[in-house]
């Protein structure tokens, strides 16, 4: 067993090594014009980034702002393609632990749009998405919310997490674009952390601390 093993890791070694040979071997052909053609791309690409990022300043991301009423949630999701809404309440001590973090990540991930709203002034709202705990985090994308963050059970269960836990966590639900490993969190010391992605339900809501609304 361990001899195949061995065996299939070795050729899949040696297929990576053929493609990187194979890429290295195309670069090296590439004529005059076929690097021209690739450069025009890459400034199309950037130029269509640019673009984006000023309509992305223009819908608000950037910054982590607050939804007035509960009326006006369902426009974000129609103007932005990316949305992490946190439901809150002001006399909960963890929903500030949340607000210092996502007003970090609102200012690194322009691609997608941050806010809170006060669940109560949302009850229809908060029946609708059965948000019991707070703080929650809904991780809405197209227009359907993909996961929640309820608590801090998926965080360590703790209030010292750093916001680059929060931030894998939320890349969980493919809502920011995240270049690190998804299946391992970025801090040793929250490895127990590790989390099976939900399918639009919530779960675990007694296995922390926090408060109930």
Known sequence: METAMQAQLVSAAQQLEQQLDDEISRLDRLDTDDLETIRRQRIQEMKRMKEKRHEWHAQGHGQYTEIPEEKDFFEVPKKSENVV??????????????????????????????????????????????????PTIALVKDAKTKDFIVGFADLGNNDEFSTDLLEWRIAQAGVIDYSGDLLTPPDPADRKSRVTQKKKTIRGRDQDDSDSD
């Open 85 to 134: 809404c946190h439901f809150y309440r002001d006399d909960f001590f963890r929903c500030k632990i949340v607000d210092k973090h996502l007003n970090s990540l609102a200012k690194k991930h322009m691609e997608t749009k941050f806010v809170k709203i006060n669940a109560e002034k949302c009850p229809f709202l908060t029946q609708r998405l059965k948000i019991k705990v707070l």
